[in-house]
């Protein structure tokens, strides 16, 4: 059974530094075309998005948020984190974390929602 | 970027009624095409992968077709349970998602 489950901060400052950490089970990131990708939805809005990582430790972000955001793993713990500098009441959204098998993500989070203010 | 554009934005529907959702890609996508179901306050669901193949555990009467620029998302007869927003996704060149359909009880 394949659960993932994001944790972080909720409520963030502008120019902040947002972490999050996606711990799953149930499978292993070390196991060949598996990945985590993290998408995030702005409240009432569509849904974005923002980094992938795959067993190889291949990286891939939104051309749009590149610059701002960092991916990494750690196997041996079942943890993927994302790291979005400079954040601000834009970012403020529920932020998901999904098991990513080939091209599709279809195991996913319950979300956690991060609030940007001062 | 590819871009997804859905259409229609929202769409009113009655219980029993034969529903079909479009997604457009602003270039060739082959088939790297996915479809979730999102129902309020909760994270989105795999319905179709690759185009046109059926995600376990997913009722037949959701369906997917299509390639190239040109998606389509049929729900033969709409039951209760399926009033909620669908996202097209194309995961060709990174991953890009469409902007959404509400499916609303008519």
């Known amino acids: 059974q394949i659960t993932l489950k994001e944790s972080g901060p909720t409520l963030v400052k502008p120019t902040q530094t947002l972490t999050l950490t996606c711990t799953f089970s149930?499978?292993?990131?070390?196991?060949?075309?598996?990945?985590v990708g993290w998408i995030r939805q702005p409240p009432g809005k569509a849904l974005e998005w923002l980094a992938l990582?795959?067993?190889?430790?291949?990286?891939r972000y939104s051309p749009s948020l590149k610059s701002r955001l960092t991916i990494t793993k750690d196997t041996s713990k079942n943890q993927v984190v994302l790291t979005m500098t400079n954040m601000d009441p834009v970012d403020t959204a529920t932020y998901y974390c999904?098991?990513?098998?080939?091209?599709?993500?279809?195991?996913w989070g319950q979300g956690t929602l991060v609030t940007v203010s001062s | 970027d590819i871009q997804m554009t859905q259409s229609p934005s929202s769409l009113s529907a009655s219980v029993g009624d034969r529903v079909t959702i479009t997604c457009r890609a602003s270039?060739?996508?082959?088939?790297?095409l996915n479809w979730y179901q999102q129902k309020p306050g909760k994270a989105p669901k795999l319905l179709i992968y690759?185009?046109?193949s059926l995600q376990s555990g997913v009722p037949s009467r959701f369906s997917g077709s299509g390639s190239g620029t040109d998606f389509t998302l049929t729900i033969s007869s709409l039951q209760p349970e399926d009033f909620a927003t669908y996202y097209c996704?194309?995961?060709?060149?990174?991953?890009?998602f469409g902007q959404g359909t509400r499916l609303e009880i008519k």
């Open positions: 996704q194309q995961s060709y060149s990174t991953i890009t």
């Open positions: 690759a185009a046109s």
């Open positions: 270039q060739s996508i082959s088939s790297y």
């Open positions: 149930g499978f292993s990131l070390s196991t060949s075309g598996v990945g």
């Open positions: 999904a098991h990513v098998t080939t091209d599709f993500l279809d195991y």
């Open positions: 990582i795959y067993w190889d430790d291949d990286k």
